[in-house]
């Protein structure tokens, strides 16, 4: 799996919209969109954001 992947399910495991995250995360929904899509990938403190959130390991949302 990719990292868009394991993030849409990561979040939907969580129980979160992705306005939710977006906002949690002080992004813009469309920027989670892209994530979920593989359009584009969180930086370094993204990624350190989304794993706190959404309570996964940074190895299991790259794997």
Known sequence: ???????KKARK????TQKQ???A????R???TYYETGVSM??????GKIRDLL???IEDLLK
């Open 21 to 23: 995250v977006a906002d």
């Open 25 to 28: 995360l002080g992004l813009n």
């Open 55 to 57: 309570n996964i390991s």
């Open 13 to 16: 495991e969580a129980g979160l």
């Open 42 to 47: 969180p930086n370094t403190r993204n990624l």
């Open 1 to 7: 799996m990719s990292f868009a992947e394991n993030f």
């Open 30 to 32: 469309s920027t989670v």
